[in-house]
């Protein structure tokens, strides 16, 4: 059965990497030595060994060791080798695109439904855990092949989620606002998870859990959003 | 000889729509009698008609009547007949996109370059004249064919520009290293020219004009962003 947690950031301001949802990566992480890093997002134009150096700092604090994408990506099979793969934040549209480029999404997608891969992903990892990227908040720095993603869940993801600022003066669409637009086209069917920075969602045995004490903002096309918390059954979407 | 106006945004904060820049336009638009309007960026949604109505009301003040793209998509040689299109602002992609299905995309880029159509963006519709869409703040709510653009300027734009808020708790990133993550890619070789609300570009008889009163920030890649006024000449990008 698939396990897979969809982080809305990696960090929270003020905290270090990783540092806020440590109980969580814990408990998640028991049992696992060793971990597949894919940092093909590059937050900020970070090399993937600096990335990579970076998660890797991270996990030893929890005695994971971690590969990094880039040392397998002539070999894709070689994703099964490993029971765990994290997906770090940065540009979605980048990731993606280096995921077609080196045929990782299909391996990635399988082995996750099949329960032999547990997956983490934080931002633009989470964004491209839903069914597309049409969601991302990110600038379209590269024109990938596709926006169809991971699809390891039957809806689309909105990291970062943040609500309007009715003080601004700033004439940008709102999160919202931008949502709502890509409802208004009609093949725009699914479901979008608005996950506010410090929320995540947790599916394991079956369940969907949203984590992190905050609530969660709900997008479904024609309907009004509305608002989970996290002792909420997670909807039918 | 080229006339092209990109305005950063139609409105700014507590003035109607395109009432801000109300001298520019009359004296813009001297001696025209009609108007094409593509309303395909649908801000919030709005229909075809609906947008056209609101950009016809408006133009209406100053003795110009105005003609929905989508009474001529059927025959895109038709913009031919006009002496100038305005496309307003909206969603990037889905503009974008609905250019290349109703093959407008050649035939504006022409007709502008020659000098026989006169163009004017705001907001999507101005980062649409850029080389490509690359660095458009939108969400990427449909996939379009390409990411290039009109190329009525040989550099790239980012309407409503904003300063990194200092003082913001949110994780997202800012403005500039977006387009310094867009930058990071070798084959992003164009400058960026990052236009604040109430900014707009005028490019006439050979030249380049920034609009508005507001400087503007200009990011070339390997060198570090800087401002222009008004009154400074525009850089050789």
């Known amino acids: 059965m698939s396990k897979i ?59 994971i060791s971690v590969v990094g994408a880039h040392h397998i990506e002539n070999n894709p099979e070689r994703i099964k080798d490993f029971g765990a793969v994290f997906i770090g934040g940065g540009n979605t549209f980048l990731l993606l695109n280096d995921l077609y480029k080196y045929s990782m999404i299909d391996v990635i997608s399988k082995s996750v439904g099949s329960g032999d891969l547990q997956y983490m992903g934080t931002s633009a990892g989470s964004n491209i855990g839903g069914l597309t990227i049409n969601t991302t908040n990110d600038m379209p720095i590269i024109y990938p092949p596709s926006f169809t993603a991971l699809a390891l869940v039957n809806y689309n993801l909105n990291p970062h989620y943040i609500d309007p600022d009715l003080g601004s003066k700033h004439m940008g669409e709102s999160r919202q606002t931008r949502i709502a637009e890509f409802h208004s086209q009609e093949n725009n069917t699914q479901a979008v998870v608005g996950l506010r ?41």
């Open 5 to 63: 947690l969809l982080l809305s950031t990696s960090s929270v301001h003020g905290a270090p990497y990783l540092e806020y949802c440590t109980p969580l990566l814990e408990k998640y992480y028991q049992g696992i030595k060793e971990l597949l890093f894919i940092p093909y997002a590059r937050p900020s134009g970070l090399s993937w060994e600096e990335y990579t150096a970076k998660c890797a700092a991270r996990f030893r604090k929890m005695n």
């Open 197 to 237: 920075e410090g929320s995540g969602l947790l599916i394991q045995d079956g369940k969907t859990m949203l984590t992190g004490g905050l609530s969660a903002r709900i997008f479904e096309p024609s309907k009004k959003p509305y608002e989970i918390s996290p002792t909420d059954d997670f909807p039918k979407i």
